[in-house]
């Protein structure tokens, strides 16, 4: 969409410095514009003032020619997806919605400015004044609009979700947005076409829930669409979790059951992930989820599940025992039922299966902070530490200052092996290229 608008106004640009060159001559292509303006602007007042008559007669006539391209659906689902289309465009291009009419009418505006000045109604000076005073209130008509309609203000709830939990950290523990478009199917029927209430009401739940890409507004660590160059093989644990959000919605679609049955039937991968937290658009009555908190979005007053699953694995930990794969069997993990609690799965083709650390020690963080985890570890035989964070490229690992290597455990989180004793690891993403370490030296990241 940026792009967009900045194309155009290059275009524009363009245009209007040829303008102040030299007039161009009314042809054939400025009698088409106009028609098309015409036709626009009657065509606004139609669909606004011709009520049910018209969009009976529009659907109507359209429904047999979908029927025609599509004909494995029904006459009556046509019916309803045209008519909720339909439904939808009236409400959007109504006389009575400011966030149309006013770019609608600069369009006009600015079309008659060009009619004048082609058919020298008006000077080369004239038509400069005016276009500049033009654009400038354009630019501070729509901002002013977008500025007061925008639902991040209005919808912004008073209370985050983690506002409700005693002791959440986001270095610890994660969350898991699960359906939460649905919170507004009890209010909101549309099945095809949203309306602009229907997106409201998403917009809403989506802030009350965290969804991807939103977590800034609270400081909410998820598992689902907040990892930085996610890599393919989160493709298939998300799709058997249920989710919408992180991937593409076909994925969980191919798998050919509900979200709430695979959600369900995957519980171990969601602990495995380091998800403690399950904010969800739908009533969940799962074996393993404590419901903490009913929420409330500010308007429409759509209801979201605050859930607690209690086994999560946290941010990171001392493996129980370990299972070295090679090979092919190193994508099948996730593939698979395993309890990730009792067994890590790290890929290592030069180890041997094995015991990891039987008598776990201790963990303690000295410094948890944005690509950077350090911590002082304290275990009476060598055992494997696991750091819950993608296996990114860049990420770098050190036990008392000297680099070791990371492996991959449960196909996508890290691990390094430890030795006895008392010792300080440090993880630490030095970036792709290098763009961490000119963070550090203009002192943005600490070192």
Known sequence: MFLGVFLMSLLAGFGFDRLSRERIRLGIWSKVAAVFLCVSLVSVFLVYFGGSPLKDFAVGSAVPAASRFMPEKSQDYYQEILGEAYDVFRATVSLGNINFMVPFLLIYVAAFLLYLYLSSAIESRAFRRTGFILSIATFISIFLIQGKTSVAWDFI???????????????????????????????FQSHFVLSPKAVEADAGAALLGGLPNLNALYGISSIDGYEPFMASRWIMPLAKLGSIYGIQAEETHKLGKEPEALLAENLNLL???????????????????????????????????????KNALPRFYWARSVVFLKGPDAGAVLNSVN????????????????????RPGSISSLTIENGRYHLET????????????????????????????????????????????VHSVDFHYEGIRGEAKLFRQLGIIKP
């Not at 969800?280 to 699953?309: C, D, R, W």
């Not at 609690?341 to 990891?356: A, L």
Request: glycine residues 6%; contains cysteine; proline residues 6%.
């Open 378 to 421: 304290k275990n009476d035989s060598t055992g494997w530490l696991v750091l819950s964070e993608s296996n990114l490229p860049g990420w770098k690992a050190d036990i008392d200052g000297a680099g070791v290597p990371i492996f991959r455990a449960n196909e996508l989180y890290m691990a390094v092996e430890v030795p006895s004793g």
């Open 157 to 187: 709830p008073p209370h985050s979700p983690v506002s409700y939990l005693e002791d959440y950290n986001s270095s610890e523990w994660r969350f898991f947005p699960f359906l939460l478009y649905r919170a507004r199917s009890e209010q």
């Open 339 to 358: 309890d990730f609690e009792q067994s890590t799965f790290i890929e290592c083709s030069d180890c041997f299966n094995g015991k990891g650390s039987l």
């Open 271 to 309: 602990s495995m992930m380091n998800a403690r937290y399950v904010i969800s658009g739908v009533s969940l009555a799962i074996q393993g989820l404590e419901l903490k908190k009913t929420l409330f979005t500010p308007q429409y007053k759509l209801k979201l599940y605050l859930y607690e699953n």
